[in-house]
């Protein structure tokens, strides 16, 4: 039994101790922040299956960016809470969902065990193609190159997401900014980390999309922390949110999906189809969605947990 | 080779100690004991991610550990401000 | 000369494990919630301090080692912040309503 079996199975043990933790727990508060624990051990759940990039996303969006956002919509819930606890289901509901949960996943494992070994797979394939688009990262390949019309599709998604958030806003606020207002002691702790860590922060987050294109990242970690280093000078009351009608904010939110659009449509003259690039400037093409895509991510992503407009913006 | 061996055991080894502070933190009465889990989830999961990367020589999960390191800041921040009762008026202590 | 690069690995790995076992019996044994957040964030805070120490004669280039550096470099100013934060929900809790 080598160690690095003992060690799977300490995680294996720890990802369903934190898991049964999460169902446990009454209060919504602490749920959400077992569910981001959760979500860190999941974490390590990817590494060790070899997928990095899935790693880079579930620490970035499945952990941090996902549990504030819940605790965003258990906060305004809170008033509720009292009347659906008083509504919990009896105990006949509870063995059915049981039951139902564990056949579900009983037959999930039962398939991953018959899976033939090596198990089917187009993988070889993606990377046997690689070198045409000039990148290193197979993963990023499939997501720009291979697959390109489905995340041109995300984007748009996540664009008309913002949208659907801010269209709950009360029409009087409507153009304002979103989010009540963070008061902070100007030279209080907080203050001093939102002033410290978004620089290393956005760092990070530029190099992480940057080396995306030959190694694990990516735009969408590299938007999404530079997207929480955003929401942590404006939690702090560093800095305001945008008011909605902001003409450089809506720029930035339609920046990427637009340059993918175009590149798209360019396509058309200097290669054979929609979203095909070039042999000799895949690489360069690539690049430029990206940087306009990192843009749109970091921007969307903080819209959406900063909420529909609040307060009349100026 | 017994050096990857060494921390693939120190690796294991933290692993276990942060599941035996959740124990503790999942019965800690109050809001503050549970934000502490989102702490101690990240400095352990950093620990057993560097470990791991130079066991493995996977150097990739050094860059899923520096995401870790900010996101779970980016968290644990936004628990305090969402606990129950901070959206009162700011104290003049508070931040 | 590798040998001693490695002997000062594992000690440093091994002080950084002890750090993480301190602060893990801290926080169960300790009575009060101040005490644990103390326990928690000064022990595992070193324990990571400790482990980078000893791996960063391990990683291979430069840049690799400048990354471990900035990961507890922003833990370390993180940690301290939060901490603090997270002592006045506490103490706020067990003030008397």
């Known amino acids: 039994m080598s160690w690095a079996f003992t060690f799977d199975v300490a995680l294996t043990a720890l990802v369903l101790g934190v898991a049964i933790w999460t169902l446990s727990l009454r209060e919504n508060f602490g749920a959400v922040v077992a569910f981001a624990v959760y979500g860190l051990t999941l974490t390590l759940v990817w590494l060790r299956l070899g997928a990095p990039d899935v790693a880079l996303t579930e620490a970035a969006i499945g952990s941090g960016l996902t549990g504030a956002l819940l605790l965003a919509a258990a906060a305004r819930l809170r008033s509720t809470e009292a009347a659906i606890a008083a509504e919990s289901p009896g105990g006949g509901v509870r063995v059915a969902a049981a039951v139902l949960s564990a056949i579900v996943a009983g037959g999930i494992v039962l398939a991953v065990l018959a899976l033939p070994v090596p198990a089917p797979s187009l993988a070889p394939n993606a990377v046997a193609d690689l070198a045409a688009t000039g990148l290193g990262n197979a993963v990023t390949g499939v997501l720009m190159a291979y697959r390109a019309a489905d995340t041109l599709l995300e984007k748009v998604v996540v664009l008309i997401a913002v949208i659907a958030v801010w269209s709950l806003a009360d029409s009087r606020v409507w153009g304002g900014r979103p989010g009540p207002a963070h008061r902070a002691e100007p030279d209080g702790a907080l203050a001093f980390l939102a002033r410290r860590l978004p620089p290393l922060g956005i760092v990070a987050g530029v190099y992480i999309a940057w080396v995306g294109a030959d190694m694990p990242g990516g735009a969408f970690p590299g938007g999404t922390i530079i997207a929480a280093m955003w929401l942590l000078t404006i939690m702090a009351g560093v800095k305001d949110t945008p008011p909605i009608s902001s003409r450089g904010l809506r720029l930035a939110l339609t920046v990427g999906p637009a340059v993918f659009l175009a590149v798209g449509l360019c396509g058309f003259f200097i290669a054979d189809a929609f979203l095909a690039y070039p042999v000799a400037y895949a690489k360069p093409l690539i690049v430029l969605v990206e940087v306009g895509m990192v843009l749109t991510i970091a921007v969307s992503l903080g819209l959406l947990m900063a909420g529909p407009p609040e307060r009349s913006g100026k | ?95 | 000369m590798s040998l001693v690069l490695d002997i000062f690995s594992i000690v440093a790995i091994c002080a950084g494990a002890f750090f993480f076992l301190a602060g893990t019996a801290g926080l169960l044994r300790f009575p009060d919630a101040l005490t644990r957040l103390h326990a928690l964030t000064k022990a595992d805070n070193l324990g990571l301090g400790l482990v980078v120490l000893g791996l960063l004669p391990h990683v291979d280039g430069v840049l690799e080692g400048l990354k471990l550096v900035a990961i507890w470099a922003a833990v370390l100013l993180a940690s301290a912040i939060v901490s603090q934060l997270i002592a006045r929900v506490a103490r706020r809790e067990s003030e008397p309503q």
């Open chain 2, 1 to 95: 080779m017994a050096m990857t061996a060494f921390l693939l055991v120190a690796a294991c080894f933290v692993l276990v100690m942060v599941a035996l502070g959740l124990t503790r933190i999942l019965r800690g009465p109050g809001d503050a004991d549970r934000m502490m889990a989102a702490q101690l989830m990240g400095t352990g999961g950093m620990g057993t991610l560097l470990l791991f990367a130079v066991a493995t020589g996977a150097s990739a999960a050094i860059d899923v550990a520096l995401v870790l390191a900010l996101l779970s800041v980016f968290a644990s921040v936004a628990f305090v401000k969402g606990a129950a009762g901070t959206d009162a008026q700011d104290h003049k202590d508070d931040a």
